[in-house]
């Protein structure tokens, strides 16, 4: 799963976002609070450690399209989205056998495997209380949307080194890992604040499309940031098997040097090669055409909004997805 190191400024900056962020921050780590001291440290190692909480941003900000303030059910509704990615997490790191993760030793590194995987599992379980208390709709929705981080996942594992991966693989494994759950904080904060389905519907087009910015200049980062800018070595995904769309569409050129990309993937990369891989791709087309499949994203979200009235929140959810890519220029 991505981290948070994207901008997300045009959301960030809503009237009163900072109380609401407050508010978001207090439900957080409320929701893992136990009798079980040992549990809850835990359970809150990666809420201690920060984040931007995007996904209940993205929720209150739905709530607010129509000019009005979001309820605390509102934050809940969010707080479950960002549970469920943190429980994510906690699997992911166990998967990756990874050391650190914002800054911090991640669970698997400081407690072992066993209790970072059943803290997890707390995680959405808390995730799944928390909907379930905002009524059938939104814990249907919360349920199927983990159902989708799931068969994201899965998809991206069975074509681990494969260099024959098709993009159509990709869009939908990074839909189910990472848009799916944007779409779905979108959603919830329309449902909960009450809006009509039309504008439901239109926030939650809005959140997937989103989303698929997100994940894409995630790769594209990946590929063309520095190691520094990164916190981790560039070109990781790649390392691990994970083919995203500048590799793809570098592959998919056809030329000499899409070739020599292939000879080099299709197995765990040294250091070396690793280098050489990254260059490759950095010096041809394949960074650009994952740019402007992004901007086909960020056009769908702004479509979406069209069907939004014109409100403080609707001007930024309008704007937050170009401002993502913008990051890519901006680190490149």
Known sequence: MPEERNDASPL??????DADRDRIEAAMHSSVQTPDSYLNQIASHLIVAGGKRLRPVLAVAAAQVDGSSASDDVVLGGVSCELVHLGSLYHDDVMDEADTRRGVETVNAKWGNLQAILAGDFLLARASEIAASLGTEVAGLLARTIGWLC???IEELRHTYDVTRPESSYLASIHGKTASLYGSAARIGGIVAGHDRRVIDALTDFGNAYGMVFQIV????DITATDEQLGKPAGHDMVEGVYTLPVLR???LGSTAAAELADLLGSPLDGAQQDKALAIVR???GVDAAIATAHEYVDRAVTACAELADTPAVEALRAAPGNLLDSVSISA
């Open 218 to 221: 995630d790769d594209i980062l």
């Open 250 to 252: 570098t592959l998919a």
């Open 151 to 153: 068969e994201g996942q």
């Open 12 to 17: 960030l900056a809503l009237p009163a976002m």
């Open 283 to 285: 010096s041809n087309d």
